[in-house]
């Protein structure tokens, strides 16, 4: 099993920028490196929607257009824990941001929220205007 911890939200004014940083527990099963981490966000009154998507083959990330350019997922095998570098943050960004594991089974990328195993509780981010 995988254990979540997302923090680093706030409350940030448009144009400015937040790293959130999801943190990884490992209590069984496979190590750290051999899952998947993706980010989701959640506004309300809308569906969960992903804003990474990650090849379970290298790892690699692709992001939907509404945050291309802007949002960076990083990792740091050490810590086990991911990150998302959100730039140039706009008030359409608001939203719950929630980060969700996969241990890797196969190939191919992982994006849609039913795909993922284990959740974190989310951590607020408001982008004013």
């Known amino acids: 099993d995988v254990q979540l911890q997302a923090s680093g939200g706030g409350l940030v004014q448009a144009g400015g920028s937040l790293t959130l940083s999801c943190v990884a527990s490992?209590?069984?099963?496979?190590?750290?490196?051999?899952?998947?981490i993706g980010w989701f966000r959640q506004a309300p009154g809308k569906e969960r929607e992903g804003v990474s998507c990650?090849?379970?083959?290298?790892?690699?990330?692709q992001y939907p257009d509404s945050v291309k350019g802007r949002f960076t997922v990083s990792t740091d095998y050490s810590k086990d824990t991911v990150y998302l570098q959100m730039n140039s943050l706009e008030p359409e960004d608001t939203a719950v941001y929630y980060c969700?594991?996969?241990?890797?089974?196969?190939?191919?990328?992982?994006?849609?929220?039913?795909?993922?195993?284990?959740w974190g509780q989310g951590t607020q981010v408001t982008v004013s205007s």
């Open positions: 990650t090849s379970a083959s290298d790892y690699t990330t």
């Open positions: 969700a594991a996969l241990q890797v089974r196969g190939p191919g990328f992982i994006c849609g929220a039913d795909q993922y195993e284990y």
């Open positions: 490992v209590t069984s099963g496979y190590p750290f490196d051999d899952h998947v």
